[in-house]
């Protein structure tokens, strides 16, 4: 694969979820000062020092507090992103407590889908529609990673659900990258193994995996990959593993979608 120094375009304004973690503020600190940013979390803390070390004259820095499991916290982002005119979306925000199915409480495995799926697909959802419209009108290209992660190619006991949910991310973003295919939006899914950040003590399963990568090194090659192919797997030993997996699902959602349009076209031949 070729080296790339330079992420593909510079976005004009981008939204980051999760930027108060390992991976989003990575992903933040990486945009050029040129790429005004939105950045959300629950730590309102953790947001403000991210102000001040990336705020530039010239260059705006929001924040917006909310908690992505809940209805009210997707609305509260989704409504300032499209307010701040978003060309870059970065739905990064995710969780995942490590444990057996059947001993984990209720409301923490409603808590995972709400972030890991219901986020994603509402802020998708919501926010495309606003960026190709000002994409196309500006003659420029929007942009879009999802975290989803190495774990969305196979399950995994005791972070069932997380990987679930990475499943379910990642396979949203496939089809969307092909449904889109000729629309002014890249859409990359971004899925790496193990990697430093706070996931980890988080998620009950103690430090971080050992060989986990840098986030800083996962950033930038998500912005160099973005444009340029849809899937981004990366990380020690299996990222490179499931390169061919996320090659092999990239070209099946891109047939499948020539598939479905041939038939619309035959369709409304007929009619
Ligand atoms: N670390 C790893 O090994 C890997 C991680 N990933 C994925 O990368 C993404 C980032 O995780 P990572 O940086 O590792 O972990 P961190 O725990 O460091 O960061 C998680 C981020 O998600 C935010 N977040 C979690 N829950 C909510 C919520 N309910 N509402 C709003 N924001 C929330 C946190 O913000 P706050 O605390 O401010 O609410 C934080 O900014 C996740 O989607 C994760 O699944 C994928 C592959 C590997
Ligand atoms: C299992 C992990 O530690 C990680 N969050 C991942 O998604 O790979």
């Not at 930027?19 to 959300?40: H, K, N, Q, S, W």
């Not at 969780?95 to 995972?112: I, K, M, N, S």
């Not at 990475?166 to 859409?187: N, W, Y």
Request: proline share 6%; hydrophobic share 50%.
């Amino acid at each position: 694969m070729p080296v790339m120094k330079q992420m593909s375009r510079t976005y004009r304004r981008a939204l980051v979820t999760g930027a108060t973690g390992g991976i989003g503020g990575a992903l933040a600190r990486a945009l050029p000062v040129a790429t005004d940013l939105l950045l959300t979390g629950r730590n309102a803390e953790a947001l403000a020092q991210l102000v001040q070390e990336l705020a530039r004259p010239g260059r705006r820095v929001d924040v917006v507090v909310a908690d992505l499991g809940t209805d009210p916290g997707r609305e509260a982002v989704a409504v300032a992103a499209e307010a701040f005119a978003i060309d870059l979306l970065i739905c990064n925000a995710g969780q995942g407590p490590f444990g057996d199915f059947l001993d984990a409480e209720e409301p923490a495995l409603r808590d995972t889908v709400s972030v890991n799926v219901m986020a994603p697909l509402v802020l998708l959802h919501r926010l495309l529609p606003g960026m190709l419209t000002r994409a196309a009108a500006a003659g420029r290209r929007a942009g879009v990673i999802v975290t989803s992660s190495g774990v969305a190619f196979y399950p995994v006991p005791r972070l069932a659900t997380y990987a679930a949910s990475k499943a379910f991310s990642l396979s949203l973003t496939e089809a969307l990258a092909a449904e889109l295919d000729g629309a002014p939006v890249d859409l990359l899914a971004l899925c790496p193994t193990a990697t430093k950040s706070h996931f980890a003590e988080r998620s009950g399963y103690g430090p971080s995996l050992p060989g986990a990568q840098d986030p800083a090194a996962v950033a930038r090659a998500a912005l160099q990959a973005l444009g340029r192919q849809r899937t981004l797997t990366l990380g020690p030993i299996s990222g490179s593993v499931l390169t061919v997996p996320a090659l092999v699902r990239a070209g099946m959602a891109q047939a499948i979608s020539l598939l479905v349009r041939r038939g619309d076209g035959a369709r409304s031949r007929r009619r």
